[in-house]
């Protein structure tokens, strides 16, 4: 999506976090992450705040027990760190047992940073 003004400079964002910064793969296990947005089911944002429990063997998904229901996929995986707020991930799906994020890779991470 492009848009035809520069509202980041208006309204502010989210700091990127991940693979090369000091919120990478190698710390995020076993610490707090909070995800925030619009469910299906309520009129209004949700947010909910829980452990980042690990991620999968090639480091691209992270699972958490932060609860989330239908219709927050797309939501940011946020870390808040010293009064700024970090994406980390991308929520992406949810099961009955932990809820999974897209970690922001290098991949991710220069694809963002080239539509910033």
Do not use: W
């Not at 000091?22 to 995800?35: G, M, P, V």
């Not at 239908?70 to 932990?98: A, L, M, N, R, W």
């Amino acid at each position: 999506m492009q848009l035809a003004s520069n509202v980041g400079s208006t309204i502010g964002y989210f700091q990127l976090g991940g693979y090369n910064t000091q919120y990478n793969i190698n710390n995020l296990t076993n610490t707090k992450a909070t995800i925030a947005g619009y469910p299906a089911e309520y009129l209004q944002m949700y947010r909910h705040k829980s452990n980042i429990l690990g991620f999968n063997e090639g480091g691209y998904c992270m699972y958490y027990d932060i609860d989330t229901v239908g219709g927050q996929s797309g939501s940011p995986v946020i870390k808040y760190v010293d009064g700024k707020y970090y994406v980390i991930g991308i929520h992406i799906e949810g099961s009955s047992t932990y809820n999974i994020g897209r970690y922001i890779t290098g991949n991710i991470y220069e694809l963002v940073k080239k539509y910033k």
